[in-house]
């Protein structure tokens, strides 16, 4: 059977992971700081096919997370398969963003990362059968566009730390997968932290019009889980702006400067965002 733990479960896209892995018969810790969403998780899991159980947890907290390993190998005496899956969202421009917004997201979406890795890796070395760690961070981090320096800065942050322990872990048969999505249809509108209305309405656009499901990435993930790949970037439209920016990254950045400049960025990201180009 496999163990996998799976932080941020009690909603959106770590739900639906839960349910997809149960699809595959996996015992899951179904981790949240939301224990009615997390115990809708569960019910979900157990009627998939799989089994589970809750585990309260704030990932910004060090001393949750290590409590939330120690209680998984002492039980369990092995994870197969960590998904590091907990964030919120947070947008504006440098300058405009309260430090308290930096703080909050920081803490939760990258903390909490780290901290899952700092705690769960010695003792999946430990274990000597190998494993996966899967970090979710975001297209936002490899392309860094306007009024998301927060979340940019976070999930660049993410997708560095799995390129670094790719290599690092490979001796030990522990392989990652850093996941980069643009926008779907997720919960993380409904926490986000905006400074100008503006903000807000580009990020409900997105999410709602987004053309792929939560289900859907689940899917995906475990799909390049299974073929050990270090990156996801679950739509087109993220693959193709990526390939621009590699190509040319100062092209790219004119670009989209220029647009800011004659202040048409935003008319032009609404436009994307509400026709699901996001």
């Keep these: 059977m496999l163990n996998a733990v799976v932080t ?9 992971l839960a349910v997809v892995l149960a699809q595959r018969g996996a015992h899951i ?17 157990c009627k998939a096919g799989g089994s589970g159980e809750i585990f309260i947890c704030d990932v910004s907290r060090k001393e949750d997370v290590q409590k939330m390993a120690e209680h998984s190998f002492s039980k369990w005496k092995r994870v197969d398969l960590l998904i590091n899956n907990a ?8 300058g405009d963003v309260p430090l308290k917004d930096w703080e909050w997201i920081i803490g939760i979406s990258f903390w909490g990362v780290i901290y899952g890795c700092h705690f769960f890796i010695p003792r999946m070395k430990a274990q000597g059968t190998g494993g996966h760690i899967v970090n979710v961070a975001s297209a936002a981090g490899l ?8 979340y940019n800065v976070v999930k660049a942050g993410i997708i560095s730390l799995s390129e670094t322990m790719k290599t690092e872990l490979a001796p030990y048969d522990i ?4 996941v980069c999505p643009t926008f779907f249809n997720t919960n993380l509108s409904k926490t986000l932290r905006y400074v100008d209305p503006f903000q807000k ?15 859907k990435i689940a899917g995906m993930i475990l799909k390049t889980v299974d073929k050990n790949r270090l990156y996801l970037i679950p739509q087109m439209t993220g693959r193709f702006a990526w390939v621009i920016k590699r190509f040319s990254p100062g092209l790219f ?7 800011m400049r004659r202040k048409i960025g935003e008319r032009f ?8 180009l996001t």
């Design 8 to 16: 941020g479960a009690a909603s959106g896209l770590g739900r639906a």
């Design 29 to 45: 810790l179904i981790v949240d700081i939301d224990k009615n969403g997390a115990n809708e998780t569960l019910k979900l899991v």
């Design 87 to 94: 964030g919120v969202a947070s947008s504006g421009f440098v």
């Design 143 to 150: 392309l860094c566009m306007p009024e998301m320096a927060p």
């Design 175 to 178: 392989g990652v997968t850093v």
């Design 201 to 215: 309405t580009f990020s409900t656009a997105a999410f709602e019009n987004g053309r792929l499901s939560a289900e």
């Design 253 to 259: 950045y004119y670009i989209i400067a220029s647009m």
């Design 269 to 276: 990201l609404l436009f994307l965002a509400r026709r699901g």
